[in-house]
């Protein structure tokens, strides 16, 4: 089954490249604080994603880089009087701890810090292209040299304004849009590194006070990085400084995927200006278009209809969701609703998540109750198949996640009404369906709640007062059960226990 993906640059589904292994790059957090449940939704989706492709033998280099060199991360280490290495530092760790949480485990990480080498060579071909300038404050794009500019946000250069920020607003600049790719240290530095802190390479290539080999950049890095003022600036042929945020990004995906890869994704907030700065800084350097050939946007997350905002204080935190909700209940609210799709988050939801993974559940503790051997039967076949073909459509079908879950609870809701018919054989294969197919979803093999033992001799108790038909003993029992927080339902196979 061929799949496709709604590509935003083109606006229409197109086949999934068929280049092995697929090249997948997401834009990663920016480390200075918590992830919020919006950042939540584009990694589960593109986890999810990963993961379905895997199941289909689809090998995938997933790469997502970590933004530890950022405006927000220098205000932020400044408000906190600490270093700005060491807030990074912090926040990528609780990342990964989030990653590990949400069991996101399908990606492989690249931090900016470590790739500054790659930042200046790609931005020196800029330069030498004539994309770039330089002016008081850093070296610039010169958005007008791409004719192309606004291809993929679907707008033009003069709308470009939009996107500039208070950090790129520099009066200098030849255009409105133009936006930074190397930031000057802002504390004024006259010399170069100690020369005996460097390495024999570097002190050899280290002609001038900014001059020398760009080659060189690769062996001065380690031992030419400074924090001045809150700001981390590097020592390198472009002068002492550090980079611009869209060019992080290409110059790692370059390094990785080399200038023309499969498929870039990210939250939709972020087509504009950083995905659009992505393909203008890349094609312009590299001269090959396009950069990525298919560009996948996840939709916005709102908290009880609003935008999450700092002056709305409605930031949900995936930390403080996790602390009320089981991280599987994220995962699956996130993929009852398509990836592309605004969602809107609330209360309720939270609510539609814990009964669907209860439903669920429930379900499969009844098919391990099921003991009676017995083949399996054609229609159990035949219904399998269909579930596994209707499953396979919808995430072919720009991995629509809700109608793949739908297409489980379908041949859910078709097997419960003769469940007790069931044999063991049957039973097994039907769980062991449901259990892979949620596993793309949840991450995660779906846990049951075992029975406390306790519960199992309350249950044993309360069968034998049956058989002697004490049935004011047995009903005293049955809700002694419940009051533990455990259910009986009375089965033509026997009694089950289920957790409430
Ligand atoms: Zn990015």
């Known amino acids: 089954m061929a799949i496709k993906i709604y590509s935003s640059l083109s606006g229409k589904k197109e086949n999934l490249p068929n280049t092995r292994p697929l090249r997948l790059f ?6 200075y604080d918590n992830p919020h449940l919006g950042h939540g939704r584009t990694y589960i989706a593109f986890d999810t994603i990963v993961r379905y492709l895997r199941s289909k033998k689809i090998n995938v280099f997933y790469l997502q880089n970590i933004t530890d060199v950022d405006d927000k991360i220098i205000e932020r280490a400044k408000e906190k009087h600490i270093s700005p290495l060491e807030l990074a530092n912090k926040f990528e760790k609780e990342y990964y701890k989030i990653e590990k949480i949400l069991n996101i485990k399908s990606v492989k990480h690249a931090k900016a810090s470590k790739h500054i080498p790659q930042i200046i060579k790609q931005i020196q071909t800029l330069i030498k292209k004539g994309c ?7 070296y610039y794009f010169d958005i007008s040299t791409f004719p192309e500019y606004g291809k993929l946000s679907k707008r033009t250069a003069s709308q470009a304004e939009d996107a500039t920020s208070r950090i790129d607003n520099d009066i200098n600049k030849k255009n409105k849009g133009d936006f930074a790719l190397w930031k000057f240290s802002k504390t004024q530095i006259s010399a170069p590194p100690e020369r005996a802190s460097l390495p024999p390479l570097a002190r050899l290539a280290t002609g001038g006070a900014f001059g020398g080999d760009i080659n060189a950049d690769l062996h001065r890095k380690k031992n030419s990085m400074k924090i001045i003022n809150y700001e981390p600036v590097w020592y390198t042929s472009l002068g002492w400084g550090r980079p611009g945020w869209h060019i992080e990004d290409t110059a790692i995906s370059e390094h990785y995927f080399g200038s023309q890869y499969d498929i870039h994704g990210g939250g939709v907030d972020l087509k504009f200006p950083h995905h659009e700065a992505e393909i203008t800084q890349q094609e312009s350097a590299s001269g090959k278009k396009p950069m990525v050939k298919i560009w996948m946007h996840t939709g916005f997350l709102l908290i009880d209809g609003k935008k999450m905002s700092k002056s709305l204080k409605n930031f949900t935190t995936i930390k403080d969701f996790t602390k009320k909700y089981s991280p599987e209940i994220l995962r699956l609210l996130i993929n009852l609703n398509h990836y592309r799709s605004s969602f809107n988050y609330t209360e309720k939801s939270a609510e539609q998540g814990i009964n669907t ?8 503790t009844s098919l391990s109750f099921i003991k009676e051997k017995g083949i399996v039967s054609s229609e159990i076949e035949y219904l399998l198949k269909k579930a596994e073909n209707n499953f396979d459509i919808a995430m072919s079908d720009d991995f629509n996640t809700p109608k793949a879950i739908a297409s489980i609870f379908e041949l859910i809701n078709t097997i419960e009404p003769k469940i007790w018919t069931l044999s063991k054989n049957e039973a097994t294969i039907i769980k062991k369906f449901i259990i892979k197919k949620l596993s793309i979803f949840l991450g995660t093999t779906l846990k049951t709640h075992k029975i406390p033992k306790n519960i199992t001799i309350l249950a044993q108790e309360r ?4 058989g002697n038909k004490q049935f004011t003993k047995s009903d005293l029992l049955r809700n002694k059960i419940k009051s533990l927080g455990y259910i009986i339902e009375d089965t033509i196979i026997g009694p089950l226990i289920s957790k409430d």
């Open 357 to 364: 993974l209860k439903k669920l559940q429930k379900i499969i």
């Open 132 to 138: 770039a300038y330089k002016i008081n404050d850093g």
């Open 463 to 466: 069968e034998l007062c049956r």
């Open 26 to 31: 997401v834009c990663g957090p920016t480390v």
